[in-house]
């Protein structure tokens, strides 16, 4: 298994920008995650998914948008970049239920200019 | 509100030291709760959780309800746990993460 694979792993967008961060898992996980890492705060939630066809909004959605059409897949885009955006991206994937272990991506490094 | 705090950024020890790196959570209910570690240039990995009352790489954690904490305790440290520690709690479908401690293991 390849386990929760990200692209692209570093990116430079300029002001106004757009792009997607693909991001994919082969463990037939229903939930997934999106975090953003800035320095000493921690990771914070931007989107998750339940299941195919349903996604919800975590504590920081503003500037960003999600999908999810498949088990597999769920990319995050961002449609005008801005310098607050700069900042690493992890996407994660869990099995429901106790105890159940957070799988995360490699990450995607983005500086916005 | 749902929330875990980790009062240390970072936390220097020398080999052989002891280690605590503390963790206490806000959560009504009965929490689920774990510690993630992110090794120098890696994803981050599972360290261990409460259900499982298990110790990985000398790592042991207990659930303390009276003081809502939960923190991470080794006898003695080694070079290698040098990292950011990060703890975790579930909430509803998510988890919920403090804001990391970095522990920084001496020679």
């Known amino acids: 298994n390849a386990g929760v694979t990200q692209t692209p792993k570093f990116r430079i967008l300029k002001i106004g920008q757009s792009m997607t961060l693909q991001c994919a898992q082969d463990?037939?996980?229903?939930?997934m995650y999106w975090y953003r890492q800035d320095p000493g705060m921690g990771l914070k939630l931007i989107y998750y998914?339940?299941?195919?066809?349903?996604?919800d909004k975590g504590e920081v959605p503003n500037g960003y948008n999600v999908s999810r059409s498949t088990t597999e897949d769920f990319p995050l885009r961002l449609e005008l970049a801005a310098p607050s955006q700069t900042s690493v991206y992890f996407c994660?994937?869990?099995?429901?239920?106790?105890?159940?272990?957070?799988?995360f991506g490699p990450g995607t490094r983005l500086t916005v200019l | 509100a749902q929330r875990v705090t980790q009062p240390e950024k970072l936390l220097s020890v020398f080999k052989g030291a002891p280690v605590e790196l503390k963790c206490n959570y806000s959560y009504s209910g009965s929490p689920e709760l774990f510690w993630y570690v992110q090794y120098s240039r890696q994803r981050l990995q599972l360290l261990l959780r409460h259900i499982s009352r298990e110790s990985i790489k000398g790592f042991t954690a207990d659930l303390n309800k009276g003081e809502t904490s939960f923190h991470l305790k080794k006898p003695f440290a080694q070079e290698e746990d040098s990292a950011m520690y990060y703890c975790?709690?579930?909430?509803?479908?998510?988890?919920?993460f403090g804001t990391g401690t970095r522990l920084q293991v001496f020679p």
């Open positions: 994660a994937s869990r099995r429901g239920g106790t105890g159940n272990e957070q799988f």
């Open positions: 998914s339940v299941g195919a066809g349903i996604t």
């Open positions: 463990m037939n996980h229903n939930y």
């Open positions: 975790a709690l579930i909430n509803t479908d998510k988890l919920i």
